[in-house]
């Protein structure tokens, strides 16, 4: 994977969501870990917060963030499989487009990791409202993999041949 060097950076603000009914702040390790790696590659984190498996309090708090200076939004927890799991069930009623190759890519990465079990992982990205959300599931070890993986490559605008930054600008095109 390739960084042209001679290309600026550009700085975007982040939104981190985690979605789990036991994290708070004291053990909400993949949240954490997220902030850490956002703001070592150069990008603000403008909000976090932790929020229960509650589709309309989700729905509520995306498209919040939607209407402010919020570029990217990264949620971590509720992806699986189990009746509590609502995360992607809330972002299919608010989202406007999928990325498809990004839960396709999580899930291959994932599985050098942890094998057959990476398919109970619906891991998303989407756009909503020209804004780019990415529902990571909540184990630390699935945070780290979409960072490492995809994220801070597609995040930064250096990145070659392509990333999601240069065209922020365009997701709300006609």
């Given at each position: 994977?390739?960084t042209?060097?001679?290309?600026?950076?550009?700085?975007?603000?982040?939104?981190?969501l985690?979605?789990?009914?036991?994290?708070?702040?004291?053990?909400?390790?993949?949240?954490?870990?997220?902030?850490?790696?956002?703001k070592?590659?150069?990008?603000?984190?403008?909000?976090?917060?932790?929020?229960?498996?509650?589709?309309?309090?989700?729905?509520?708090?995306?498209?919040?963030?939607?209407?402010?200076?919020?570029?990217?939004?990264?949620?971590?927890?509720?992806?699986?499989?189990?009746?509590?799991?609502?995360?992607?069930?809330?972002?299919?009623?608010?989202?406007?487009?999928?990325?498809?190759?990004?839960?396709?890519?999580?899930?291959?990465?994932?599985?050098?990791?942890?094998?057959?079990?990476?398919?109970?992982?619906?891991?998303?990205?989407?756009?909503?409202k020209?804004?780019?959300?990415?529902?990571?599931?909540?184990?630390?070890?699935?945070?780290?993999?979409?960072?490492?993986?995809?994220?801070?490559?597609?995040?930064?605008?250096?990145?070659?041949?392509?990333?999601?930054?240069?065209?922020?600008?365009?997701l709300?095109?006609?």
């Open positions: 994977m390739k042209d060097s001679t290309k600026k950076f550009i700085p975007v603000n982040i939104a981190v985690t979605i789990s009914d036991t994290r708070n702040e004291s053990n909400d390790t993949s949240g954490n870990i997220l902030v850490t790696k956002i070592e590659l150069g990008h603000a984190v403008v909000s976090k917060k932790i929020l229960k498996d509650d589709k309309t309090d989700i729905k509520k708090t995306i498209l919040a963030w939607c209407d402010e200076a919020v570029d990217i939004i990264i949620s971590t927890g509720g992806t699986g499989l189990t009746g509590r799991d609502i995360t992607i069930e809330a972002l299919d009623e608010i989202k406007d487009k999928d990325i498809p190759g990004f839960g396709e890519i999580f899930r291959m990465l994932s599985y050098k990791t942890i094998g057959t079990s990476t398919i109970q992982s619906r891991a998303q990205g989407i756009i909503c020209g804004k780019y959300i990415f529902a990571l599931p909540g184990s630390s070890g699935a945070v780290t993999d979409a960072w490492e993986g995809i994220l801070k490559f597609q995040l930064d605008s250096r990145f070659q041949p392509c990333n999601f930054i240069n065209i922020i600008p365009r709300k095109e006609k």
